[in-house]
């Protein structure tokens, strides 16, 4: 809640303001990273499990 409300100290110089928004930026590329793999994850799981599925529902 505090990083909402104040955003920047104004006795911080731009070495800090630089570092939040490497931060910001390295936490939104972690993010994407993790949302990718979970969906490669997913998509070769359901690509394994598709043909097994498909036998077992057809009879």
């Known amino acids: 809640m505090d990083r909402v409300l104040f955003r920047r100290d ?7 303001q630089r570092r939040d928004l490497r931060l910001t930026i390295e936490g939104l590329i972690a993010l994407a990273m993790a ?15 598709a043909p097994v599925l498909s036998r077992v529902l057809s009879g």
């Open 35 to 49: 949302v990718t793999a979970c969906g490669l994850t997913a998509a070769l799981w359901f690509r394994t499990v």
């Open 10 to 16: 104004p006795f911080e110089g731009t070495g800090a």
